[in-house]
């Protein structure tokens, strides 16, 4: 287990992830629940060459050298079901992007942490980063310790050499028109669930609605695959879509993960 710990995240951890995302209550009950929903499947997965007893054994590592607690179970078939999880992009996007942290939260296990203490938690990958992002590298500045450009630049990977950035002179006059806070946000994506019981009739106008507010019908589908995620402005756009067309239970998406915020 130590030596696994100490490896980087191989893609066989990857597609474990992708298979299953289990949130449990303590360690002592992580394998049990896998072998459980595992030994209810066929011996090799549909979309996978690895058997279920192989990952749930990679899992079951993790987990434990992780010390993951006190959490709730969720969904597990969203992650078996590539039609409900999207296309290749999507993963590299959430997977590689947040790692763990899929496993670690979801929306209704938040409690139990400060957002001082979940920033420290949250892995931090520059594929994250938009491509049109400005990093900062100055170091004079006051915000710095708390700006997401200044941030996101001291993780600057050492093959990247020309890019979008904020000069030095952006400190003339003690002002600051390109500071971002760094800070978490929970973030979403996918909208099967909210679409549940939504009447036939309603169907194809809130969608509408929906790709016309995220400004186009591509990006409707990015934000339904999990190629872009949804800030808490725009989560509370689209439920108040549905509150107009008078639905005003069940309304959650179908994923919930915590992300630096770029907005």
């Known amino acids: 287990m130590a030596d696994r710990k100490s490896n980087p995240i191989t893609k066989e951890w990857v597609d474990a992830l992708n298979t299953i995302d289990v949130v449990f209550q303590d360690n002592n009950k992580v394998r049990h629940a896998w072998r459980e929903y595992l030994d209810s499947l066929n011996d090799k997965s549909p979309h996978f060459e690895s058997s279920n007893s192989f990952r749930l054994d990679l899992l079951s590592e993790m987990a434990m050298a992780l010390g993951y607690k006190n959490l709730k179970q969720t969904e597990i078939d969203r992650f078996y079901s590539p039609k409900y999880f999207g296309s290749q992009m999507s993963r590299q996007e959430i997977l590689f ?3 763990l942290r899929v496993l670690m939260h979801s929306k209704n296990c938040a409690e139990g942490f400060s957002e001082e203490e979940s920033e420290d938690k949250l892995p931090f990958n520059f594929t994250s980063v938009p491509s049109t992002w400005e990093l900062c590298f100055n170091k004079d500045c006051t915000h710095k310790d708390t700006c997401m450009h200044y941030f996101a630049g001291q993780h600057l990977p050492a093959d990247k050499m ?6 030095p ?4 006059n003690e002002k600051y028109r390109f500071y971002i806070e760094k800070r978490m ?3 979403t994506w996918g909208f099967r669930k909210l ?3 939504v009447k036939h009739v309603d169907d194809t106008p809130i969608r ?3 790709q016309q507010y995220l400004s186009s019908r591509p990006t409707y589908y990015r934000y339904m695959n999990g190629q872009l995620t949804l800030t808490p402005k725009q989560q509370k756009g689209i439920i108040n879509i549905f509150r107009s067309y008078g639905y005003t239970e069940e ?3 179908d994923n919930y993960i915590d992300r630096y915020s770029y907005e």
């Open 162 to 167: 020309m890019g979008f950035a904020i000069y």
């Open 185 to 187: 946000i929970r973030a």
């Open 195 to 197: 679409f549940l019981n």
């Open 169 to 172: 002179n952006t400190l003339q």
């Open 208 to 210: 509408r609605e929906i």
């Open 251 to 253: 309304l959650d998406f």
């Open 97 to 99: 992007q947040e790692n």
